[in-house]
């Protein structure tokens, strides 16, 4: 057993802040771009951590 905790594949990370999105509101392309984006940062964000050994700083 491993301390890592469970990881979420990128495009499921994308659809369930996509849904986040569009359930308040936004529209479904706008969502997705949104989505895609913050996504992306947060993916970057754990690349760097990983890679470093030191925590990254995010902004959210």
Same mark, same amino acid.
């Given at each position: 057993?491993?301390?890592?905790?469970?990881?979420?594949?990128?495009?499921?990370?994308?659809?369930?802040? #996509?849904?986040?999105?569009?359930?308040?509101?936004?529209?479904?392309?706008?969502?997705?771009?949104?989505?895609?984006?913050?996504?992306?940062? #947060?993916?970057?964000?754990?690349?760097?951590? #990983?890679?470093?050994?030191?925590?990254?700083?995010?902004?959210?």
């Amino acid at each position: 057993m491993t301390n890592e905790p469970d990881r979420i594949s990128f495009d499921d990370l994308v659809s369930a802040i #996509e849904a986040k999105l569009t359930a308040a509101g936004a529209s479904s392309a706008v969502a997705r771009v949104v989505a895609t984006n913050c996504a992306t940062c #947060e993916r970057d964000a754990l690349s760097a951590t #990983e890679s470093s050994g030191s925590p990254a700083t995010s902004i959210h």
